[in-house]
């Protein structure tokens, strides 16, 4: 935001603009609410074996999570999605399934686990 206040002060709008609108995106992207609604792993893994839908275990800020949830679309929201850095418990989860490493997105389905999966894979589960 220093970027843009020196825009302002030095007559340069334009850039000032710009940086306030690329640092708007960049937060848009990163921001939780870029994701479906998260549940705790307790909520989800009860949902999950009731309806069989996959459980994606994710985190803010995470590149590889944003990837995956812009290549789902639309059925992202048919998964269940839980924030690691939100639930300790599902954090311990993603540890035991991923060698003892927190790497997201880790994704569940009644069936078998993968760690940071191939999209095609998930909505072949979605669906």
Known sequence: MLVAADGF???RP????????GFGFLAAIMSPL??????TAAEA?????????????????????LNLRRKLGRHARKAHWVN????PEAAAVVRTLA???ETVPTVVTPDEHQVNPNPTWVLNHLR
């Open 9 to 11: 002060a030095t007559g």
């Open 14 to 21: 334009v850039m000032a603009f710009a940086a306030i609108a």
């Open 34 to 39: 870029a994701f479906p609604r998260s549940t």
């Open 45 to 65: 893994q009860r949902r999950a074996a009731a309806d069989g839908r996959p459980i994606i275990y994710w985190r803010p800020g995470c590149s590889f999570c």
């Open 84 to 87: 690691i850095w939100s639930d």
């Open 99 to 101: 060698n003892g490493n």
